[in-house]
């Protein structure tokens, strides 16, 4: 079987002003209801994880009741990072997810089709991670905003979520990341922490994180709400 875990566990800083990022309403929905959508009517998930902080679980019970999210098997509270939050929601999956979809509940626009993307390559190569090419010239700052190299962007992509993996490889992953007391800022660095190398899934769809407050009336607009 295939499991989900919805990252909805941070706090939103870059928002402003004291909000719970995934909880902000986009349109007639709060944020995090539009990824949790995605993965119920997705054929190739069969149970989601929800990690969201520990005073809203009651309230996030509620919202999936209410959006009907049928495959949901379990709410569980994050951590102070999302690596941690990651890891709690690895350690509550049903023992017979082989596979598991990790997605950030900022990332509203994912759709059925590019979980099943990352899920296939998941399942031929052990790891499926939504990308895009860069289209920006990318600088190297080392000091204030003093660019000192410009990589070659034909090797650069930016990698966002669904990413999806091997259960086992991803466990393994992070426990070697977390026993070496290292941070990672995406899964697939986890991945590559043990030396493997993650396999990316081009997604040209946008798939934008939403960050700063100005992000959700661009959102809105992309999904004409
Ligand atoms: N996340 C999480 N637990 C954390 C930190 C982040 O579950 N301790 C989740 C967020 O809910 C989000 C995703 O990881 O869906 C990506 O994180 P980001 O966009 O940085 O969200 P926040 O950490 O909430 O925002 P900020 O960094 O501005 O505080
Ligand atoms: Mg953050």
Redo the contacts with the bound molecule.
């Keep these: 079987m295939t499991a989900a875990i919805v990252?909805?566990?941070?706090?939103?800083?870059?928002?402003g002003a004291n909000v719970d990022?995934?909880f902000l309403s986009l349109g007639p929905k709060p944020l995090v209801a539009y990824s949790l959508l995605a993965f119920e009517s997705c054929a190739d998930i069969d149970a989601i994880v929800l990690?969201v902080r520990r005073n809203r679980m009651t309230a996030s019970r509620e919202l999936c009741r209410r959006f009907g999210i049928l495959k949901l098997v379990k709410i569980v509270s994050?951590?102070?990072?999302?690596q941690?939050?990651v890891r709690a929601g690895l350690s509550a999956l049903p023992p017979e997810a082989a596979l598991v979809a990790i997605h950030?509940?900022?990332r509203p626009l994912v759709t059925p089709a590019l979980i099943s993307a990352t899920v296939r390559s998941a399942r031929e190569t052990g790891s499926g991670v939504a990308a895009r090419r860069i289209v920006d010239t990318v600088k190297v700052v080392e000091r204030g905003n003093v660019a000192v190299s410009t990589p070659d962007r034909s090797k650069l992509w930016a990698v966002g979520t669904p990413q999806t993996f091997r259960t086992e490889l991803i466990r393994r992953a992070y426990d070697a990341v977390a026993d070496a007391g290292r941070t990672v800022t995406d899964d697939s660095g986890a991945l590559e922490f043990i030396g493997e190398a993650a396999r990316l899934v081009e997604w040209q769809k946008p798939n934008l994180?939403v960050?700063v407050a100005e992000d959700l009336t661009v959102t809105g607009e992309l999904l004409r709400i």
């Design positions: 990252l909805a566990a941070g706090r939103g800083e870059r928002m990022k995934a990690v994050g951590g102070a990072t999302r941690d939050s950030d509940s900022a994180k960050t």
